[in-house]
């Protein structure tokens, strides 16, 4: 039987992406979906929820997940640490798999940045740009955070040590273990992550471009396949790629 899809967030961008993706395949179907302002209406079963509704909603997305017994695949950022400790609880009983980044590409470089953080030294500097087209509502975003994530891991560290946000005025020198994490916003871009390592002379850089919301997308669809009917825990992305 083919596995059936709820949409949360149905009639967004992304939403609208991972439908048209899903009626192309024989061994899935959208069962149902919701997006802002709409009245909940429930099939009788659902197999994985996708959620891509936004911080306002995600929360919701997790209990419809909880209540039918079905698994979520969640690409929403901006999540508070409330969200946080309900998608861990949540977990104890249902396949739950959180990506603020669902492309390859982006888990990846995620990989990459890991092992490069672990490899030079710790007095290299690390700092994080992303690119994102103007309506994005949320700064920095899930994927740069991610990304600092991926550096501190590499160097052993806490996931946000280090975080900057914002310079400006006469700060000083910069100092040592902070990471800048910047957003730039402008036009449609579809989204462009840097990591830069600053050593002495030379420099890395580790970029994704993503030129469209597909990416995205396809690997929703591909997570959500791969964890309808697993057992309860939490997954990512990583598990998917084979990346762990």
């Known amino acids: 039987m083919n596995t059936q899809v709820f949409l949360y967030g149905r009639n967004g961008r992304m939403g609208r992406a991972i439908e048209a993706i899903i009626n192309e395949r024989d061994d899935m179907d959208v069962c149902g979906g919701i997006s802002a302002g709409e009245q909940l209406v429930l099939p009788d079963k659902i197999d994985v929820v996708i959620d891509f509704s936004g911080a306002g909603a995600a929360a919701d997305a997790l209990a419809l997940a909880h209540k039918k017994g ?78 600092l994530e991926s550096t501190n891991a590499g160097r052993g560290r806490a996931p946000k040590e280090g975080l900057l946000t914002a310079r400006e005025g006469q700060v000083g020198a910069r100092m040592p273990g902070e990471i800048g994490v910047f957003g730039v916003r402008g036009g449609n871009v579809a989204g462009e992550h840097t990591v830069f390592f600053f050593g002495e002379d030379e420099r890395i850089e580790l ?32 598990d998917v790629i084979g990346l762990k």
């Open 70 to 147: 079905a698994a979520l695949v969640s690409g929403s950022t901006g999540m508070s640490e409330t969200y946080d400790q309900a998608f861990l609880a949540a977990s104890k009983d249902i396949p739950v798999l959180y990506a603020a980044n669902m492309s390859l590409g982006v888990n990846v470089l995620r990989y990459l940045v890991e092992r490069a953080a672990a490899i030079l030294p710790n007095d290299w500097d690390a700092e994080i740009v992303e690119l994102h087209h103007n309506r994005k509502v949320d700064s920095p975003s899930g994927t740069a955070l991610a990304l």
């Open 207 to 238: 970029t994704h471009r993503a030129n469209s919301r597909n990416i995205f997308a396809q690997g929703a669809v591909r997570c959500a396949q791969w964890l309808a009917h697993r057992a309860p825990g939490r997954y990512s992305i990583e």
